[in-house]
């Protein structure tokens, strides 16, 4: 089946303007998460969405970054204002939760091909 | 927060060799540790994962172990291959109640060449 897709795979933007950046999960699958990864770093955690519930925003690093997930399904990242430290491959990745049977729950990420953001 | 330390950052071996990568956490409520492939260009893929009732799982030449009294966990590869060469992340999460899910901290990632 289909996997994660993430449009578009590259952006390339001026400090100060706005953008928007798309990931579609798989189908079904209730958890959605966005990460950054800069250049040659590993993958720092932004929001992550599931279900219906509010989503978890302690990986935000400012007020400029939000982001939104209509009907369950599809999410927009939006950058405002954008700086040159913003710069990074921005990563979305959803996950069906699975119970583990001795309690609580283990998310396999299956991860989007990233968009790649530069701010010149 | 969750802190997840990986060691070493870059690894060279000679192809048949070994390949060991170690990480360490700091969240002892941390119960689900997966390790995934980074090829250059590309998005992140699950190689293995551990829940912290076993102590150990193998999937052909991939092995990962987990210590939960000293909060580390390790990835070991055997008889390396030239295609295994990438960049290996950890990462570490606490799953929650309900059929929840949580976001996953990573380690700094891994630089691993396999020389042929």
């Known amino acids: 089946g289909a996997g994660v897709s993430q449009s578009p795979s590259n952006k390339v933007t001026e400090k100060g303007k706005d953008v928007e950046l798309r990931c579609d999960p798989i189908s079904g699958h209730t958890a959605l998460y966005w990460y950054r990864q800069s250049l040659g770093q590993g993958l720092e955690f932004l929001i992550y969405f599931q279900g219906n519930s509010a989503p978890d925003k302690s990986g935000l690093p400012s007020d400029r970054f939000s982001a939104e997930r209509t009907g369950g399904s599809v999410s927009t990242l939006t950058i405002q204002r954008t700086q040159q430290e913003d710069s990074a491959v921005y990563l979305c990745?959803?996950?069906?939760?699975?119970?583990?049977?001795?309690?609580?729950?283990?998310?396999?990420?299956?991860f989007g091909p990233g968009t790649r953001l530069t701010v010149l | 927060g969750e802190n997840v330390e990986q060691h070493p950052s870059t690894l060279s071996v000679q192809e048949g060799d070994s390949a060991v990568i170690k990480c360490t956490y700091s969240d002892s409520a941390s119960n689900y540790f997966p390790w995934y492939k980074q090829e250059l260009g590309k998005r992140p893929q699950l190689i293995i994962d551990?829940?912290?009732?076993?102590g150990e799982k193998k999937d052909q030449r991939i092995a990962v172990t987990l210590n939960k009294t000293a909060k580390h966990f390790s990835l070991h590869i055997t008889e390396t291959q030239p295609e295994d060469s990438a960049v290996y992340f950890c990462a570490a999460s606490i799953g929650g109640s309900s059929g929840s899910a949580r976001q996953l901290t990573f380690g700094s990632g891994t630089q691993l060449t396999v020389l042929p």
């Open positions: 990745a959803s996950s069906y939760p699975t119970r583990g049977g001795a309690g609580g729950s283990y998310n396999e990420q299956f």
């Open positions: 551990i829940r912290s009732n076993v």
